[in-house]
């Protein structure tokens, strides 16, 4: 669910790296502050980007600030404070509990127990302060679990799901007469990363035993090329709703996210099974 939208640090300047960092930074102090230290260990680059494009789409960060903290003890760090990034740490500790509990229930794993325990309670509280997307998220996650447990599940519907939930989190104001747009860049994001995360974990869930969507297509003589043009036809539906959208500040960083950020770990295991000559990945 987490660690597919990510910057592509090498495309960035200076300044855009800087300015994405203090968003990372951002997200990190509102998680502290919020939910306590624990609260750090779910950050993620994904709703950082979620933060970014909140506050481009409605207004820039209220204030910037420096700190020290464990990860930079030495020198102060710059920070960026707003609403909307704390509505992304919210999102992210409600996704983050929810991580945990299906890794409880597929493997029954230590580390899944151990953060669906400790982070029950900070989902509780995400979900007092956004009763709407909470509820959006856990009956959609629901459903999906439910469908990956029959007989004969259907990828499409498994990646329709994923998109709602993930969907739910990029709409702090289900009113407004953007919310449509946000939601749709959310969706197809959500359907992206479910097919990522499937194809790139394929090869592990076989040997564990565990469900994997993609099962029915893998003996496909063409299975890579079907793989990566079913990715990118997911990825478009998030960058078409996103250009629509009337973003103000940092469109560049989001492009860069958007474009080329997600890709990264697809073309590492590309490159590393063909090498990279052979890397299906277009420049």
Known sequence: MFGYITPDQGRLTDLQKKRYRAFYCGLCHSLQSRYGQVGRLSLSNDMTFLAILLCSMYSP????????????????HTFLRSDWIDFAADMNVLLFWLKCRDQ?????????????????????????????????????????????????????????????????????????????????????????????????????DIRAGRFNPLKQYHDREDYDQFARNTLELLIADATEAFEILPLEEDLDLLRNILYSGVWQRYALRIEKKYGKEASLLDE
């Open 104 to 204: 409880q229930l597929d493997d029954g794993l230590l580390a899944g127990r151990a953060g669906e325990k400790v982070f029950r309670n900070k989902a509780k509280q995400a979900e007092a302060s956004w009763p709407y997307q909470a509820e959006c998220i856990k009956n959609t996650l629901d459903r999906l679990w439910a469908l990956e447990r029959t007989d004969s599940p259907d990828s499409d519907a498994l990646c329709n799901l994923s998109g709602e939930m993930l969907g739910a989190c990029f709409v702090p104001k289900p009113d407004d007469m953007w919310a449509s747009g946000l939601r749709a860049v959310g969706e197809g994001l959500g359907r992206f990363v479910y097919w990522m995360d499937a194809w790139e974990d394929y090869d592990q």
């Open 61 to 76: 960060p209220d204030s910037e600030d420096t700190s020290r903290c464990a990860v930079h003890p030495v020198r102060k």
